[in-house]
């Protein structure tokens, strides 16, 4: 990360007309992946890895590519297959410029005017890709709060709508997601999410209810640094839901359900609880999915964190898992001791509070 960009306060840099904001990875902690099928979810904003987009004002409207991320230019031409093989073709160029087409478009279709002026994007991160951490739409939702900002048109967007633009950004691209991630990116803290279908066709989102980090116990993440592609675990899961799959169906309401009662543990402070819907939340992905669709290094994750008592689960569609110790520091010791030897990476969790300032906090439903 650059030593600037770390230095540098969100929001207008003094002297120099630029705007940077960060939007931080999500862990999915309950309820997921019901979100894509009318469910429910609870979700938190991770401290730990963030992606920054800075907008400076310009003559002329540029979106600059990340030295690394989106690299063109190679040593040789192992160098590039390589590369290419390693990170995949995309880096976030193509988001930037997606968000910007798409907030062009939200504004005219509300009527919202927007001023004259061009401006240059440029972006960073340190999110782990293909993670499960949901590292795209951080870009994404950075480079909105920008836009936002920019052009003063914060009061004029609901903190509701954001996420639906966020995610029409990603779809744009053929990205396959849900808005799960997006409204714990824009909102940030702990996040109830109800995705029913009389809300989602009534309002065109959830109700989101944000709650009281204090209230979470501590967590850790698990990552491998190769994980696989995420995106592919929702392919036949979808069709099957669609033609009426009664297993898919009645467990997806399962899942629903579980972050509805993970609700009401976490604010009784129940541990014990959430550690068994935790482990449910897997076990009843696990079913639907198989393990051949999941893939053998993310359920190794879940395996190693439950081999030492830990309740364990993918943060998202996997890459990365949360694992909760009920039995304190000598557990977390243990599930160390586990990660390290299975050649998993391990980091406390550190939750991120409510990203709402004054100005968002307005434009919310009553």
């Not at 890895?49 to 600059?64: D, M």
């Not at 029913?196 to 959830?206: A, R």
């Not at 939340?281 to 993310?298: I, K, P, Q, S, T």
Request: net charge neutral; with cysteine; proline share 4%.
């Amino acid at each position: 990360m650059d030593q600037n960009m770390n230095s540098t306060k969100e929001g207008l840099i003094s002297g120099s007309g630029a705007i940077q904001h960060k939007a931080y990875a999500r862990v999915g902690l309950l309820g997921n992946p019901s979100d894509v099928y009318f469910g429910k979810t609870i979700s938190f904003s991770l401290a730990n890895f963030w992606a920054s987009v800075t907008l400076e004002p310009s003559p002329h409207l540029i979106i600059n590519p990340h030295p690394i991320h989106d690299l063109v230019q190679f040593d040789s031409l192992d160098h590039l297959v390589n590369r290419l093989q390693s990170e995949g073709y995309y880096g976030g160029v193509r988001l930037l410029m997606s968000i910007c087409k798409l907030f062009h478009k939200h504004c005219k279709d509300n009527n919202i005017n927007l001023s004259p002026g061009n401006f240059t994007l440029s972006y960073d991160t340190n999110i782990p890709r293909q993670a499960g951490l949901s590292g795209s739409s951080a870009i994404v939702c950075a480079a909105l709060s920008c836009l936002l900002d920019f052009y003063k048109v914060r009061h004029l967007i609901k903190v509701e709508v954001r996420p639906n633009l966020i995610l029409s950004a990603e779809k744009e691209l053929g990205i396959v997601a849900g808005l799960q991630d997006r409204v714990a990116q824009v909102y940030g803290g702990l996040v109830h999410m109800d995705f029913s279908k009389e809300n989602m066709d009534k309002l065109g989102h959830g109700i989101y209810t944000p709650m009281d980090i204090s209230l979470l116990p501590p967590f850790h993440l698990i990552y491998a640094e190769n994980p696989s592609d995420s995106g592919k675990v929702h392919s036949t899961i979808r069709q099957r839901w669609l033609n009426g799959d009664e297993l898919v169906i009645s467990s997806m309401k399962e899942v629903a359900d579980i972050a509805a009662e993970g609700k009401s543990a976490i604010l009784q402070k129940n541990y014990q609880k959430l550690a068994e819907l935790m482990n449910r939340n897997f076990d009843l992905r696990r079913c639907m999915f198989g393990d051949e669709c999941l893939g053998a290094l993310n359920v190794e994750m879940v395996e190693v964190a439950r081999r030492v008592g830990a309740a364990s689960k993918f943060t998202g569609s996997g890459g990365a898992v949360v694992a909760f110790c009920p039995e304190g520091p000598p557990q977390v010791k243990r599930l160390e001791d586990e990660c390290r030897k299975a050649g998993f990476s391990i980091q406390a969790i550190q939750v991120v509070p409510s990203r709402l300032n004054d100005v968002d906090l307005k434009t919310l439903s009553k």
